[in-house]
């Protein structure tokens, strides 16, 4: 069972910025690809961003392209999200999730196996 431990949410200012970090526990071969999803209060979950494990073109929500940045260290069990120019809707619980099928559009939670715990990101004007 793959677990996700999210950190590095919390308050700031309107164009401030924040790094998320995602540590994954299993084997990078149960996983293929590690995404950043993202819920405001009564709102769907949306896609932020995403990447393959390994190396691949990111991909990301056009609500966040030039401001956020996806990234995965050396040993690829962490991934982070840095987050700059954060504006107030971009407020919301910020999930970490994984999943280990090849193929599929990237941005749909239910292609998913594994979910973190969320971490609170709000932004204030």
């Known amino acids: 069972q793959v677990q996700l431990v999210e950190s590095g949410g919390g308050s700031v200012q309107a164009g401030g910025s924040l790094r998320l970090s995602c540590a994954a526990s299993?084997?990078?071969?149960?996983?293929?690809?590690m995404s950043w999803f993202r819920q405001a209060p009564g709102k769907e979950p949306e896609g932020v961003a995403s990447?393959?494990?390994?190396?691949?073109?990111?991909y990301y929500a056009d609500s966040v392209k030039g401001r956020f940045t996806i990234s995965q260290d050396n040993g690829e069990n962490t991934v982070y999200l840095q987050m700059n120019d954060l504006k107030p809707e971009d407020t919301a619980v910020y999930y970490c999730?994984?999943?280990?099928?090849?193929?599929?559009?990237?941005?749909?939670?239910?292609?998913?196996?594994?979910w973190g715990q969320g971490t609170q990101v709000t932004v204030s004007s």
């Open positions: 999730a994984a999943r280990s099928q090849y193929g599929g559009s990237w941005s749909q939670p239910a292609s998913y196996n594994y």
């Open positions: 299993e084997y990078t071969y149960r996983r293929n690809r």
């Open positions: 990447i393959r494990i390994g190396g691949g073109t990111p």
